[in-house]
């Protein structure tokens, strides 16, 4: 079994940072893509940023500039440093993972407000 938990979420004025985290354990044996997605109110899961296990990174064209994914191998995880971050930003931030030959995995999402 696999779990992927993320952490990092909260409350941010505009203009404000946070680095979100997202550890997985578990039975694995490979990971090929780790990424981070968001929802907001009434709007679709969208991909903000995903890096392979080459180190590949990609970025929605929305967060470019701001936000920066990295990995840690070693440790089975994920960041996200978000800078400069708007009200738009506000969703729920989900850690995804493709894994031991592409399984896809969820985190359980944490909250990203950015309000004044």
């Known amino acids: 079994q696999v779990q992927v938990v993320e952490s990092g979420g909260g409350l941010v004025q505009p203009g404000g940072s946070l680095r979100l985290s997202c550890a997985a354990s578990?039975?694995?044996?490979?990971?090929?893509?780790m990424g981070w997605y968001r929802q907001a109110p009434g709007k679709e899961r969208e991909l903000v940023a995903a890096i392979t296990s080459g180190g590949i990174t990609n970025y929605a064209d929305s967060v470019k500039g701001r936000v920066t994914i990295s990995r840690d191998s070693a440790k089975n995880t994920v960041y996200l440093q978000m800078n400069s971050l708007k009200p738009e930003d506000t969703a729920v931030y989900y850690c995804s993972m493709r894994a031991n030959n592409w399984i896809l995995y969820w985190g359980q999402g944490t909250q990203v407000t950015v309000s004044s």
């Open positions: 578990g039975n694995i044996f490979s990971i090929n893509v």
